[in-house]
């Protein structure tokens, strides 16, 4: 092997910037060329670094040819990508500056799901670290709110989607005598993002910008154990009036069925006087069955509901303001419904399921 000489001030500098490096092959490749300078043999470096001798030469050799780039990985062996510049400048601007909502989708942070919609190739780059690590904003039949935006062409399908909640209406009076047990609860929505894991090139931090002062609304909603179908009102606090709310929403909807049926947990918005002196003038129509206390894992909606929408929507969300944030978790509510319930352990000693 041949020698390597470093300057002392070079030297000085490639010592403190491998203890800064944090990249383990880069550090390697650090350590075994200033071990070389030292006039370490290849066995001697070989044991002190826990690598192979042949590593130690190819190291020394690119070295000695390349300079400092020595340091650096090399492109894997393989085809020419499939990718022009211009569609890699393309995905990189998805991924640097744009957000799935910016295309449509339903969803705050990209994810796999999205990733599983857009063209295979976009998926290959993305998985090499290459630029393509959110969504292209491809079409996705899943999602038919997701052809616009923003603007008339979204409006024109918030009316049209107006006509399609009147009808699932009717389709859930209709049914009205089948379903009668629902599991209630409530969640917040801030303007203040949840900050989560988020697609974003190697090495750069994705801003997420932050209003200047947090505003708050309450969902509270009740999922329908047979159907898997979610009703939910919205309000500025968590109060028994919000509750109240939501039953005669209930009320109005199963508006033929002679008794509902809540399980409901232990917070004072669901036993206050208000509220039990509306369950006796309902005239034993409304039933409510607390569940355990400081069990979340026993109510559906907290496992099932609550958890994908703070993940589609509130994490990492980039809203304006509170009004497009709960349009946003409305749209997700409506267009992922009906909801798989998923019980938790605590039913699995019960003789029979719940009603």
Known sequence: MQSIIIAPEERKDLILRMKREAKPSRRLRM??????????????????LFCSRTTVYAVAERFLREGEAAFDDRWRRGP????????????ERLLEEDSPTSH????????????????????RAGHRGEPGDTPTGAPSPRLPLEEAAS???????????????????RRAFDGAEKAGSFFQEETKLETNPKVGFYWMREGKQKPLRTPGTNRKVWISGALN????????????????ELFIRL?????????????????????????????????????GRIRLYPLPSWSPESNPVEVVVWLSLHEAVSRNHECAG??????????????????????GEVYDHLERPPP
């Open 31 to 48: 350590h075994i060329a200033l071990l070389a300078s030292d006039g370490r043999s290849p066995t001697e470096i070989a044991r002190a």
């Open 80 to 91: 020419e990508p499939l990718l022009g510049e211009e569609a890699n400048e393309r995905l």
């Open 104 to 123: 449509g989708w339903l969803r705050s942070p990209a994810s796999l799901e999205l990733q599983a919609a857009r063209p295979a190739t976009a998926q």
């Open 151 to 169: 603007g008339p062409a979204r409006e024109e399908l918030r009316r049209a989607n107006r006509a399609e909640e009147s009808e699932t209406r």
């Open 225 to 240: 154990f047979k159907t898997g179908r979610l009703h939910w009102v919205a309000g500025e606090r968590r109060n028994d």
């Open 247 to 283: 039953l005669e929403h209930l009320r109005k909807i199963y508006r033929c069925h002679k008794e509902l049926r809540l399980a409901t947990d232990n917070d004072s918005s669901h036993t206050s006087k208000r509220v039990r002196k509306y369950v006796e003038d309902s005239g």
């Open 322 to 343: 509170l009004d497009d944030l709960v349009e946003l978790a409305e749209d997700y509510l409506e267009e992922t419904q009906p909801f798989r319930l998923k019980l």
